[in-house]
């Protein structure tokens, strides 16, 4: 349950890549769905940047229009399919009356995202919050009811150029998560954010682009691929 403002501590030092587009997670319930729509309202060729859930909707994205992707960075996420415990929370998601109000993630879920040194971090965990609140109860239902069953058997298949960046102290997302992800996609670099929860973006901004940036400097000159 993020919006857009998760990546205006970033915002600067990407902007000389081309212009930021945002994907609009909001309105689907399946990575398919998410997917195409992120497609649709994408420009014909770019570099394609996903975090958490966005990083299995970034692998989909690549699957429908291959020759679309320039780059691709996998932040914090996995390849892995959803745990028997996340299943069921989406049941019980998909149980509660669609009028239930929403006001955002906990602050129990919020700071179980964040680095043990951030747990008090109000003004950070309030800003995950306020996320949540702007985004509604719609489109946490939505998400909360995508399925991810994973895709380790599908890396194969990624032929773009490829980060795969993790967080020293996710306690959301494995180490070994990442390390798969990364073995799995030919060629892939792999980065380590030492000093951050699963939240790189907001944590660990400036130290996030230290890694992203020199990276896509350093890519060759991209041409468009034909699907």
């Known amino acids: 349950m993020l919006d ?28 398919e769905d998410l997917a195409r729509r992120a497609l649709a309202e994408a420009p014909p060729s770019f570099i ?13 994205m690549v699957r429908q229009a291959p020759g679309r992707v320039r780059a691709l960075v996998q932040i914090a996420t996995s390849t892995r399919p959803d745990s028997d415990a996340v299943r ?3 049941r019980t998601v998909a149980r509660a009356a669609p009028s239930v109000s929403f006001a955002g993630l906990s602050r129990t879920a919020i700071a ?4 043990p040194r ?7 965990i309030e800003r995950v919050r306020t996320m949540g609140v702007r985004l509604g109860g719609v489109a946490f239902r939505n998400q909360s009811m995508v399925e991810r069953p994973g895709d380790l058997h599908l890396l194969g298949e990624i032929r773009c150029p490829t980060l795969v960046v993790a967080a020293g102290h996710d306690r959301l997302r494995s180490l ?18 030492e000093d951050s929860g699963h939240m790189i ?26 699907p």
């Open 176 to 193: 070994e998560e990442a390390q798969e992800l990364h073995a799995g996609i030919a060629g892939a670099q792999f980065a380590l954010v």
């Open 4 to 31: 857009e403002t998760l990546w205006d501590d970033m915002r600067d030092r990407l902007a000389r890549f081309g212009p930021l587009a945002h994907a609009d997670l909001r309105h689907d319930s399946t990575l």
């Open 88 to 90: 069921q929370g989406k």
């Open 118 to 124: 951030e747990v008090d971090n109000e003004a950070l």
């Open 201 to 226: 973006p907001l944590e660990a901004p400036q130290a996030l682009c230290d890694v992203i940036v020199p990276w896509l400097e350093a890519l060759p000159p991209l041409r468009r691929r034909e």
């Open 112 to 115: 179980s995202s964040l680095h």
């Open 48 to 60: 394609l940047i996903g975090f958490s859930m966005g990083g299995y909707v970034a692998r989909e």
